[in-house]
């Protein structure tokens, strides 16, 4: 038995780990029910902490074939997207849609079915898995795709683990050209603006913004936007041109240890807040920058999440749709501000049209911020939980660790059709995690 | 383009798996060698995959040392380094009970690794280069009643590779003893280990990978076990007999 929790160290559950490393260790460790798969951990609460049983598939992490000529790769759950680019980038390959953390496996990133900065243009990452094979509690294995079990391959992908293990999956890489982005940012004064600015970028590859939520008033929701290309190799620097897939070598930053206390305070929030926004109107324009440090600037500092102490930290991740966003998101960063609660990392992104059985995301806007886990926090989030509904928003689980199981059902009516599916696949049982089990699914 | 070849005896292991990642990811081609070698084959397809390297595969048993002349023969180059990942822990208790168990503990452990090694140190030696890797354990380096059997074969091994090396200083040829301490492994899953002093299957592998390079002679992948060993080594033996560790 040890202590386990998610990438925000909240909550913290003993739980029990299996390790397989091959299927029949794997149908082993499934066999006697209310367990879950559990990648390499980055949900941010308690959706890969089992009931009875965590089952950790990093020993399940094979290649097993990648086309050069279309990009095809096949692999196991367990493989790390870290390994796929620092694999396949040097052929011109990426992946079509990625999270903001290349510490994630294939199968997490199904499982949460993660969107990326494209998701207005490519939609998530669903729509590059052309197939899935997933074992169901007797052990047996299903391969499944949009046209053979059909039913097990939809609900799976966004289905947290609880419709069975994924076991391995075949996706689509993305040709690019270089490992580089051009990134075009603007700082843009207040949430009107991002949001109009928003809409005027939908041909952009890659959109983002941070938000400054602390500003108030005439300026809630100042934000940098950041737009981004891939680059051609004739865009970039001589020494860059001549190896397009080559980064230079950083040096990594490590948070040595958990602090006692969280380094975070309204005022150090404060602070790093007005000074992002500034440094980020500062240099305002293009600019080339790595894949590396455009994608997963926090992968740099390796647990980052340590810095909110030992408490831990939560994410709250929402989307609204487009005919409420306006509204929903100034209440939503009204309250965060009044509250004086200040996130630290607060990011605003336009999602486009998404078609799937129980994704996260909706035409509309996610907004997602972070709060210290203490009760008063805690509480500040239901006061967002009900901003949320009343703007026909929903959430996303991979980031939820505090949730009351009535604000996730009244939120989503897939919800039911959910527990309905995870009956028929004999999974109710069998697959369960904390989260699982605090939200009734 | 490959840095050289580099032939994994014990592929199938954790520390083997993550040896053989740590040498392909810096350019190496792989043999990998293990029992029933058809089994081996998704690893091999995995890492040609990550690492764009040339992987092969071959069936090598440890105990049947008779057939080991012809197993090198049969590798298609002579490797430049050799890491021997090959042990078995067994079970202390049935042991000291089953004579053929205890015994399978020390071939597998001591007799059989130092008899390939030794074979292709001469085989090194008569090209004039190569390198060789022998990860054997801290439990070596004094017997204790939780696991002496292991331990000793262990000791015997360390000592093997310690001459070994002796022998081959003049020759151009270097043997590098790698000391791991608790691993993170099949070997010890369930095992109750303390958080600090077990290392991952990838730190011994990035330990060897270094070890190799700077030329170490022995390694104890974390530092604080040669701190921990030459204390246990230092306590007397009218005192350590009525030790439980």
Redesign the interface.
Known sequence: MTDLSGWGGFPKHPATLA?P?TQADLARAIADGAVIARGNGRAYGDSAIGLRKTVQMHGL??????DRQNGFLVAEAGVLLR?VI??FL?HGWFPPVTPGTKFVTLGGMIAADVHGKNHHKDGSFRNFVDWLDVMDASGVVHHCSRTQNAQLFEWSIGGMGLTGVILRAGIRLRPVPSAWIRQTSQALPNLDAVITAFEGADAATYSVAWIDCVSRGASLGRSILMLGEHATPDELSDDAARYPFEIPDKTKRTVPFAMPFSLLNSLSVRAFNGLYYWNGRRKAGVSFVDYDTYFYPLDAILGWNKIYGRRGFMQFQCVLPLETAREGLRALLKTTSLAGAGSFLAVLKRFGPQDSAFSFPMLGYTLALDFPATPGMIALMRKLDQITLDHQGRFYLAKDSRMAPDTLHASDPRTAQFKQMRQEFGATDAFQSKQSERLFL | MSKGTMLLLGAKSDIGRAVAHRFAAAGYDIQLAARNAAALEATKTDLALRHNIAVSVHDFNVLQTDTHAGFVDALPALPDIVVCAIGLMGDQIANEQDFDAATRVMRSTYEGPAHILGLLANRFDARGSGQIVGISSVAGNRGRAKNYVYGSAKAGFTAYLSGLRNRMAKRGIHVLTVLPGFVNTQMTAGMDLPEKLTAEPEEVATAVFNGLRKGRNIIYVRPIWFVIMTIIGSIPERIFKKMNI
């Not at chain 1, 992490?61 to 990648?66: G, K, L, R, T």
Request: hydrophobic share 40%; proline share 8%; glycine share 0%.
């Open positions: 390790c490393v992490n094979h290649m097993i074939s990648f390994d620092t694999a040097p």
